[in-house]
């Protein structure tokens, strides 16, 4: 099952900067991919695949609109399922016999909150952040779930204050997931979890494709491969525990026989189109 990609096309008025790697700090860039919804550069010292210069944060944050909105709630049923079958498949259901008060979890992009929800009417203590502000709201009124309206840094969560932490298909749309990932760390408790979901750049359908990679839309700011998500988690202190990928071909790319052979063939070998990374926050008095 596969999806497309929402994607908007950026305003022309859009105001953007030059930065720093956020992966490894560097300054030096080569040409990656020249696409037609922009031109993603890599770095020279980690590899990692970026825009730069990239759109300023309060320009990225007017394109989560009501177009999105109703894009989300078009989709909110089958979105659902692939980030349960992608916890499933990192082993996350060996966590539902924990104590409730050990149970606290925090989606962020969680769009109108169906994945919280769900583990809330099975005894969790779920929460969520949305930058669409549509979407937040209507996760609030329709689903058993609190949703915060804004960014997670605008959330302002106390210190250690959750045990598990979910993105799926966020990190990609984030100008500086260094501080993003540093934000996680900052509320996760000592030896919790962030299950983070992301496109693998250094998967089959990426290296197929190239720049018509499916993936390579305007509002993918940075591209990570299963080595600079982990440089970059590392980088913040996290422990990499398990990455998993999936996905072979997407729908309409070839017959059924064919991506039902690429997807069965893609998952041992790491070269699934998404991956999920579980990180680790050491516990206190680990080295």
Same mark, same amino acid.
């Not at 106390?158 to 501080?179: C, K, Y």
């Not at 996290?238 to 069965?264: H, I, M, N, Q, S």
């Given at each position: 099952?596969?999806?497309?990609?929402?994607?908007?096309?950026?305003?022309?008025?859009?105001?953007?900067?030059?930065?720093?790697?956020?992966?490894?700090?560097?300054?030096?860039?080569?040409?990656?991919?020249?696409?037609?919804? $922009?031109?993603?550069?890599?770095?020279?010292?980690?590899?990692?695949?970026?825009?730069? #210069?990239?759109?300023?944060?309060?320009?990225?944050?007017?394109?989560?609109?009501?177009?999105?909105?109703?894009?989300?709630?078009?989709?909110?049923?089958?979105?659902?399922?692939?980030?349960?079958?992608?916890?499933?498949?990192?082993?996350?259901?060996?966590?539902?016999?924990?104590?409730?008060?050990?149970? +606290?979890?925090?989606?962020?992009?969680?769009?109108?909150?169906?994945?919280?929800?769900?583990?809330?009417?099975?005894?969790?203590?779920?929460?969520?952040?949305?930058?669409?502000?549509?979407?937040?709201?209507?996760?609030?009124?329709?689903?058993?779930?609190?949703?915060? #309206?804004?960014?997670?840094?605008?959330?302002?969560?106390?210190?250690?204050?959750?045990? &598990?932490?979910?993105?799926?298909?966020?990190?990609?749309?984030?100008?500086? #997931?260094?501080?993003?990932?540093?934000?996680?760390?900052?509320?996760?408790?000592?030896?919790?979890?962030?299950?983070?979901?992301?496109?693998?750049? +250094?998967? &089959?359908?990426?290296?197929? &494709?190239?720049?018509? =990679?499916?993936?390579?839309?305007?509002?993918?700011?940075?591209?990570?491969?299963?080595?600079?998500?982990?440089? +970059?988690?590392? +980088?913040?202190?996290?422990?990499?525990?398990?990455?998993?990928? =999936?996905?072979?071909?997407?729908? $309409?790319?070839? #017959?059924?026989?064919?991506?039902?052979?690429?997807?069965?063939?893609?998952?041992?070998? $790491?070269? $699934?189109?998404?991956?999920?990374?579980?990180?680790?926050?050491?516990?206190?008095?680990?080295?």
């Amino acid at each position: 099952m596969s999806y497309k990609t929402f994607s908007k096309t950026p305003d022309i008025g859009e105001s953007r900067v030059m930065i720093d790697c956020p992966c490894c700090g560097g300054s030096q860039f080569k040409i990656h991919w020249k696409a037609d919804q $922009g031109i993603w550069h890599r770095c020279l010292s980690c590899s990692l695949i970026l825009q730069n #210069p990239q759109p300023v944060i309060e320009d990225i944050l007017e394109r989560y609109d009501s177009e999105y909105f109703e894009y989300e709630t078009e989709n909110e049923d089958g979105f659902l399922n692939l980030m349960l079958m992608g916890l499933h498949d990192v082993g996350f259901s060996e966590w539902d016999s924990l104590d409730s008060e050990d149970k +606290s979890f925090l989606d962020i992009g969680c769009a109108t909150g169906r994945l919280g929800a769900f583990l809330n009417d099975s005894g969790w203590n779920a929460q969520g952040v949305e930058v669409c502000r549509e979407a937040a709201a209507y996760g609030n009124k329709h689903y058993n779930i609190e949703i915060f #309206p804004g960014t997670l840094n605008e959330a302002c969560f106390p210190d250690e204050h959750f045990r &598990f932490v979910h993105s799926s298909h966020v990190i990609e749309h984030v100008n500086r #997931p260094d501080l993003f990932l540093n934000e996680i760390f900052r509320i996760l408790k000592p030896g919790g979890l962030y299950y983070c979901a992301t496109p693998n750049c +250094s998967g &089959f359908q990426a290296k197929l &494709f190239a720049h018509k =990679w499916r993936s390579a839309i305007a509002d993918h700011l940075c591209l990570f491969s299963k080595k600079t998500l982990r440089l +970059s988690a590392e +980088s913040q202190g996290f422990r990499v525990l398990k990455t998993k990928t =999936w996905g072979g071909l997407g729908e $309409g790319y070839a #017959p059924a026989f064919l991506k039902k052979a690429a997807d069965k063939l893609v998952k041992p070998l $790491g070269w $699934g189109d998404v991956m999920m990374m579980v990180l680790q926050k050491p516990s206190d008095g680990d080295s």
